[in-house]
């Protein structure tokens, strides 16, 4: 186990597309490395279901910014998984639901919005400078200079077949076909957009995870980190931390 020294700041971006298993890998590779886990696209989500709740459209662009950018949004790191909270209130499973993973999209794609997410993202940053941050524009964009930047992808039927999968634990039966469908939509809507596309970012460790199953995706991931980040990290002997 690798622990980072507990003074530095510390940053590693994970971006990639929907299906590759992004949140589950960072949120574990967090906690193998004693970081705190930041997961942007469920501030995405709670900014579009709190958009749908105040009967604003989703692809009004200057109103979501202004909700964004009046909205208090913050993780509690001492629950596991991290729990977000929009304005005092856990958004729990919420933020999950296909009605607003329809409108998602139109939230995420307006600029203003966007631009509201990164200072959000950089102001959790600044106070926790130590995260795993996963997303579609952490490495690209909002954290650029960052540590490590990783990028996941998959074949996108593998992608499918894993969305199938976990929508039948939670009682959701779809075809393979309609979630493919689906897949292939967001992945064009999120790489076109003029702000912010899905890209892979500058210096980036590419990782395909279609032929590997999350523990091993999980034990490469360490292995880049402790490649890349030299001195920062230490060994859990020389800091003290016992696992
Ligand atoms: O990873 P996810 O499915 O929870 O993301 C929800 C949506 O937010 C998805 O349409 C991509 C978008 N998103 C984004 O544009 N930029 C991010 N940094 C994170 C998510």
Redesign the pocket.
Known sequence: MLVVSATASFIVTIDGP?GTG??TVAHRLAKRLGLEFLD???M??AAALTALERGIEPADGPRVAELVRGMDLHFDWTSDPPELFADGVAVGERIRTPEVTRA??AV?SNPLVRAAMVESQRLIAARHPRLVTE????GSVVFPDADVRIYLDARPEVRASRRVDQLRVKGIITTEAEVLANIIE?DRL?SSRRD?PLVCPNGAAVVDTSAIDIDEVIDRLEEIVRDRAGSVLVSPHRSGHRP
């Open positions: 929907a992004k949140s942007t696209g469920a995405y989500r998602v999209s995420a997303g579609r524009d952490q967001r999120d912010g």
